[in-house]
């Protein structure tokens, strides 16, 4: 396991935070919250917004993205129901800490972002934290990462006007993509797409907020 899971001066509030995913927000998945209590989110957002780590809501990182809420975060992961052997593709790593839980939970991670900056402060805040089973690139996470699928799950961390066609291709059959879906930022829809024998099976799990996902699958700017 990563040094993330050593104490530290946070560990009451990430406590705190773990115990309202569960009896409020009724996060289920006993691994999942076990990651959420290990990994510092604090690390992951930047130093003037610390203090508000570990409360619900998305914050503001560089390049104009965000970080997601705990709750959502924890949602994702868990509709993936990872069970821990698995190869799990993520798009849109941001400052890494979906791509923390994740490796957390599978047994290898490969993570897409868009900017490079953020890519490779990524990569060495997670390095720094103890993960070696994390590759990360830069790179158009709409058109997935050919070179190592299947994946057994994907994860897109930004919204899409549709389903990128390449990422369900990319998932093993009885795989499962977990993605936000919508004509824009106000009408997203928490999607988990399960690829089966015949072709898939499409969930709707409720309205959610992301930024957009640009690339070649997704949309075109950043004006959506």
């Known amino acids: 396991m990563p040094p993330g899971g050593t104490r530290d001066d946070m560990t009451i509030r990430r406590q705190q935070m773990v115990a309202m995913l569960a009896d409020e927000f009724h996060i289920r998945d006993v691994r999942v919250l076990e990651a959420m209590a290990k990994i510092p989110r604090h690390r992951f957002v930047p130093d003037a917004l610390k203090a508000q780590a570990y409360r619900d809501g998305a914050l503001p990182i560089a390049s104009g993205q965000t970080i997601s809420q705990p709750y959502i975060v924890a949602r994702m992961t868990e509709l993936l129901e990872l069970k821990g052997n698995e190869k799990v593709l993520e798009i849109g790593a941001g400052t890494g800490y979906q791509t923390a839980i994740l490796a957390t939970l599978a047994r290898k ?5 868009r900017h490079d900056a953020l890519a490779r402060e990524a990569n060495l805040r997670l390095a720094d934290l103890g993960f070696r ?75 959610c907020m992301f930024v957009p996902l640009i690339g070649v699958h997704g949309w075109k700017d950043q004006q959506q």
Do not use: C, M
């Open 109 to 113: 991670v490969f993570a897409i972002e």
């Open 133 to 207: 089973n994390i590759t990360l690139k830069t790179g158009d996470g709409t058109k997935g990462w050919d070179a190592y699928h299947p994946f057994d799950a994907i994860l897109v961390a930004a919204g899409s006007p549709e389903i990128p066609a390449p990422l369900v291709s990319q998932l093993k059959v009885g795989g499962k993509l977990v993605i936000p879906v919508g004509g824009s930022r106000e009408d997203q829809r928490l999607i988990r797409v399960t690829r089966t024998e015949s072709g898939t099976k499409t969930e709707d799990f409720g309205p």
